[in-house]
């Protein structure tokens, strides 16, 4: 994906993970601070990180941006 191209898998991950840390932080101040854009991108890191062929838990989303 162009997107990410350049960028080392280590990078790639950790975008993933503060993502995850950012939902985590909204789900235990009750706040909803991440929303749409974030889910989108978290996402296409996801299916980078697949088609990379590395490793990584998925995004626990809160119900509320659950499809």
Same mark, same amino acid.
């Given at each position: 994906?162009?997107? $990410?191209?350049?960028?080392? @898998? #280590? $990078?790639?991950? %950790?975008?993933?993970? $503060?993502? *995850? @840390?950012?939902? %985590?932080? @909204?789900?235990?101040?009750?706040? =909803?601070?991440?929303? %749409?854009?974030? !889910? @989108? &991108?978290?996402? %296409?890191?996801? #299916?980078?990180?697949? !088609? =990379?062929?590395?490793?990584? *838990?998925?995004?626990?989303?809160?119900?509320?941006? &659950?499809?």
């Amino acid at each position: 994906m162009a997107e $990410f191209e350049g960028l080392s @898998d #280590h $990078f790639i991950l %950790r975008m993933y993970e $503060f993502i *995850r @840390d950012e939902v %985590r932080a @909204d789900v235990s101040s009750g706040t =909803r601070l991440v929303g %749409r854009p974030a !889910r @989108d &991108r978290a996402e %296409r890191l996801l #299916h980078e990180i697949n !088609r =990379r062929g590395l490793h990584c *838990r998925p995004i626990e989303w809160p119900a509320s941006e &659950r499809e």
